[in-house]
């Protein structure tokens, strides 16, 4: 690996100097030299989340000659202080910590996102759940009940739904028992276990709980369901990846990182067995800060406590 493709140790030890992020091991191990470090959170509890990645880091890794640290962030604001501080080059975002990082100045550029059809752009959407027992039929009936949440800086696990209930005259900080579960499965297993009224939580998430029978298939019944969200965006830090590298690992990102081309590249041996994270069915396909605008605003109609940090 060559070394002058990242940017100096001695941008890096200025940037660690600004803040620590205790889970990052500090980059530049070795014997190669530094490494690029990527980093993701994940959607649920998972110990699995390195290996979810693994075929893309690996991609990477093949069509640079650089080498890379998977790193498992443990909350959104991790990733965002990670990256500001030089810790993280590549990290996978949800698109509202992708807003909060970029519009506050960070120099970050978001280069893809997954979808499960490679003629759809990457795209998903909030869900609100709740028992199938439930007298509970629809948003405007959240009022005065206790609602899990995933994170204050969740897209569709907080973000989207502060939109959907403050639409129906609720203003969630006051006029609902709001719980942060810390996850999407954390806020729908919550639900499940009788500690919450209603849940929010990504589209595929019931989903996955109730194919891993975490949840009895029926036992949870979704109430409303927002419009379309850009996807979770991989964003590459411009501070610490020098500008050809950085276009090279673009290209390489929305290109390669889909099951087919991962078969010809002879990462995996068949698509059927082509692991990528949060069971994505084909890859990335090219994403650009214009399609966050609509987080943007989001933010402005909410005026979530979270978006402060991005003005």
Not at 99 to 128: F, H, R, W
Not at 134 to 146: M, N, P, T, V
Not at 205 to 218: A, F, H
Not at 233 to 257: F, H, Y
């Amino acid at each position: 690996m060559k070394t002058t493709h990242l940017k100096s140790p001695a941008v890096r030890a200025a940037a660690l100097a600004v803040v620590t992020v205790p889970f990052l091991a500090a980059c530049g191990a070795g014997g190669s030299g530094e490494t690029l470090t990527f980093a993701a959170i994940p959607a649920e509890s998972s110990a699995s989340l390195e290996s979810d990645y693994s075929n893309i880091t690996q991609l990477i890794e093949q069509e640079t000659g650089v080498d890379v640290q998977f790193q498992n962030a443990s909350d959104y604001a991790a990733v965002i202080e990670g990256q500001r501080a030089g810790q993280i080059d590549i990290a996978s975002y949800g698109p509202f910590s992708y807003v909060i990082g970029k519009d506050s100045g960070m120099n970050i550029e978001p280069v893809a996102a997954p979808t499960s059809d490679q003629d759809k752009q990457p795209a998903y959407t909030s869900l609100a759940y709740v028992r199938a027992d439930s007298d509970i039929q629809d948003l405007a009936d959240l009022k005065g009940k206790k609602v899990c949440f995933v994170d204050a800086a969740s897209t569709s696990g907080y973000l989207v739904p502060m939109k959907g209930l403050m639409d129906e005259g609720i203003d969630l900080k006051t006029e609902t028992e709001a719980v942060l579960a810390g996850g999407h499965d954390a806020s729908l297993l919550s639900l499940d276990a009788g500690s919450c009224d209603a849940a929010f939580a990504h589209d595929t998430m019931l989903n996955t709980l109730v194919s891993s029978d975490q949840v009895e298939e029926g036992a949870l019944k979704p109430i409303w369901e927002s419009a379309p969200i850009t996807e979770d965006p991989i964003a590459l830090n411009l501070d610490t990846i020098e500008p050809e590298l950085a276009e090279q690992i673009s290209t390489v990102i929305r290109e390669k990182a889909n099951k087919p081309a991962l078969v010809e590249a002879g990462i995996c041996a068949s698509e059927a067995e082509c692991v990528l994270p949060e069971e994505i069915e084909y890859g990335y396909l090219p994403v650009d800060d214009s399609d966050f605008n609509a987080i943007r605003e989001i933010c402005d109609a909410t005026d979530a406590d979270a978006c402060h940090s991005v003005n």
